[in-house]
């Protein structure tokens, strides 16, 4: 099918924005090969089937409108979790706020380092994820993230790391608009997990590409900023080895637009793979989209998608799941489930879940809901002395505690219902 004009026009000019690295011929090559996708396939426009929920337009406007600082005086997000730290400060890595970056287990590099070595292992992952999830559905921005982006980190990962690598995004100038890509390879039989916290820039974009080979296990949980006029877009691109395990929660707050994609591939038998997030959203500012697309190509895996979302003010969220089950892929777990909380009458959650499935000896299954709070559970507490407020805030961090609990790490569950707590009583 022809690409519209405006689309085109539109991934004409967003590329033209940005200046493509240089670097080793094989580098070179990808960037150059991801920039002809981005061109050709033009910029996302709402009229796209995986847009229709969501406008792209702050994600592709040439500049990026400014988004004011936000500043507050709680301490950082896994602060008081023993880790490496890695700080990017508008999408640019800060080695001096960094700790050394080193980690028992894992080899950790700068994009930029790497790219431009004419060896390296990384020449055969980078971008390869990302060109492999652009089939059956378009995802220019992800391809446009490959093409430009000279700032992440590339590790190799050989050992279980008894330390999390913890990513800290800053966001210090209004108009920054910042394009950040890691890659992360784990071989047979190690585990890493990975922590990311903060806003990013006034406009992010970012790409995680993750190689989990046989027996490997990746963990990750992410909180998105608090910046209230944050525009934001990733990208998380997984393949999954045999009996390997791979883990993702996200838990978002805050932000004039969020839109979170994973993609993930199960290309080894008895993997298992959880795609989950919790996000409250205050607001007709508040839109947040979580896109998850699954694909299920081995026999006896099993994939969770968990998703939950408080809304209230106007908010909207949206989320978009499916699950595609290959011909040879028997004896596949999928489940699905999404949720939305809705604490008024103007604020919408939107869902589109699917199940395309090949294979005939299968257990898998969608749900969505939509609804208010319960009003017999409300009065109960009500009735028994507990404020309004309270009460309501209780109901909604139970709500949001399944998705929560997909977390692997009691600590780091425990910390992010504290935090998500107290930002509910400020508010």
């Known amino acids: 099918m022809a690409v519209s004009q405006p689309k085109l026009e539109g991934a004409a000019n967003l590329a033209a924005h940005f200046t493509v690295p240089t670097g080793a011929k094989w ?245 298992q793979a959880t795609v989950a997030g919790a996000c409250a959203g205050d607001g007709t500012g508040f839109h947040h989209d979580d896109t998850v697309f699954v694909t299920h190509d081995s026999v006896n895996c099993e994939s969770r998608q968990v998703f939950k979302k408080v809304l209230r003010n106007g908010a909207t969220g949206v989320f978009q799941g499916k699950i595609l089950v290959k011909e040879d892929a028997q004896k596949t777990d999928g489940y699905q489930i999404s949720q939305g909380l809705l604490l008024d009458d103007n604020s919408n959650f939107l869902a589109k879940p699917e199940l395309e499935i090949y294979a005939d000896d299968v257990a898998c299954s969608h749900g969505s809901t939509v609804g208010a709070i319960d009003d017999d559970a409300l009065f109960y507490l009500i009735s028994r002395g507990v404020p309004r407020k309270q009460a309501q805030d209780m109901l909604v961090l139970a709500f949001l505690a399944e998705a929560i609990e997909e977390i692997d790490n009691e600590e780091l569950a425990e910390d992010i219902l504290n935090r998500l707590a107290a930002w509910m009583e400020r508010r």
């Open 27 to 271: 580098a070179n090559d990808t960037r150059a090969n991801a920039l002809s996708v981005f061109n050709a396939q033009g910029a996302p426009h709402k009229r796209d089937e995986y847009w229709r929920y969501t406008d792209p337009s702050a994600l592709t406007a040439v500049p990026t409108a400014p988004a004011a600082l936000f500043s507050n005086d709680e301490a950082p997000m896994f602060d008081g979790i023993d880790r490496v730290r890695v700080v990017f400060v508008d999408g640019i890595f800060d080695a001096d706020q960094s700790d050394d970056l080193t980690l028992s287990g894992a080899n950790i590099e700068t994009l930029a380092d790497v790219t431009g070595a004419d060896i390296h292992w990384a020449k055969d992952l980078y971008g390869q994820l990302e060109a492999n999830g652009q089939n059956p559905v378009q995802r220019p921005l992800a391809a446009l993230n490959t093409a430009v982006a000279d700032q992440g980190l590339v590790i190799h990962v050989t050992a279980k790391c008894e330390k999390p690598l913890a990513i800290r995004y800053v966001h210090s100038n209004e108009n920054s608009d910042a394009v950040v890509h890691h890659v992360i390879k784990i071989d047979e039989g190690a585990e890493f997990t990975l922590l990311e916290s903060g806003a990013g820039a006034a406009r992010f974009n970012s790409v995680l590409e993750v190689d989990v080979a046989d027996t490997a296990q990746f963990h990750h949980v992410r909180t998105q900023g608090r910046d209230h006029e944050r525009k934001t877009v990733t990208h998380m691109f997984g393949r999954l080895g045999r009996e390997s395990v791979l883990r993702s929660f996200t838990m978002t707050v805050n932000g004039v637009l969020t839109r979170n994609d994973a993609v993930l591939e199960f290309t080894g038998d008895d993997a």
